[in-house]
């Protein structure tokens, strides 16, 4: 029987999601198959790109938190 390999099966590969055995199947099918060896590197790139996407809040959203924090009474009264 042939196995066919998906682009969910590719992510997993990346991810390393994948067991020792099916590692060897898919590098296989990678070799086999031009189209989803693209996508493979296609997934390597966006990976790398995402890790390196840097989050920090807007300056205002910063203020808004420690203005609210200077203003919250530690013991409010019911």
Known sequence: ?????????????V???TSAEENLLIEDALMAEPELMSFYL???EVKCLMNKIERKPADRT?????????NYAANPSV
Do not use: A, K
């Open 62 to 70: 910063v203020q808004n938190i420690l203005n609210y924090s200077r």
């Open 42 to 44: 296609d997934t390597l």
């Open 15 to 17: 991810y390393e999601e």
């Open 1 to 13: 029987m042939i196995q066919t390999f998906t682009n969910d099966d590719v992510i997993r590969y």
